[in-house]
């Protein structure tokens, strides 16, 4: 008895043929219907140091990860709906410091804002 002559294939062609399209049949829906990757959200460099008060507000600031930390003259000057408008997304005032959030390009805001703290 041959497992896996001509015989064998002849016979049972039409399984090898569904198994065939149920594999292309899937292979189309997963490319089809994939979840699409999110565009990353772009950060305005330009108004950021507005929008903390001005350079002569800032006395001290580090980044940390996706967060750039400051300490202040005055925390009235922030004005966090036009730092959220370009692309912080939280803020957190302990103590003495704020601490801003972005998902994506601390780091470039942070050099944009400090050139000095590369």
């Given at each position: 008895?041959?497992?896996?002559?001509?015989?064998?294939?002849?016979?049972?062609?039409?399984?090898?043929?569904?198994?065939?399209?149920?594999?292309?049949?899937?292979?189309?829906?997963?490319?089809?219907?994939?979840?699409?990757?999110?565009?990353?959200q772009t950060v305005n460099i330009?108004?950021?140091?507005?929008?903390?008060g001005g350079a002569d507000n800032?006395?001290?600031?580090?980044?940390?990860?996706?967060?750039?930390?400051?300490?202040?003259?005055?925390?009235?000057?922030?004005?966090?709906?036009?730092?959220?408008?370009?692309?912080?997304?939280?803020?957190?005032?302990?103590?003495?410091?704020?601490?801003?959030?972005?998902?994506?390009?601390?780091?470039?805001?942070?050099?944009?804002?400090?050139?000095?703290?590369?």
């Amino acid at each position: 008895m041959m497992i896996a002559g001509e015989d064998f294939f002849l016979k049972n062609l039409w399984w090898i043929v569904l198994i065939a399209a149920l594999a292309a049949g899937g292979l189309i829906l997963f490319l089809r219907f994939r979840p699409k990757r999110k565009q990353k959200q772009t950060v305005n460099i330009s108004g950021n140091l507005e929008a903390i008060g001005g350079a002569d507000n800032v006395l001290s600031h580090t980044l940390e990860g996706s967060r750039i930390v400051l300490q202040l003259k005055d925390y009235g000057k922030v004005d966090r709906e036009k730092l959220k408008t370009q692309g912080a997304t939280g803020f957190l005032l302990k103590s003495d410091k704020l601490t801003i959030v972005f998902k994506d390009g601390a780091k470039e805001v942070y050099r944009a804002l400090f050139p000095e703290g590369k």
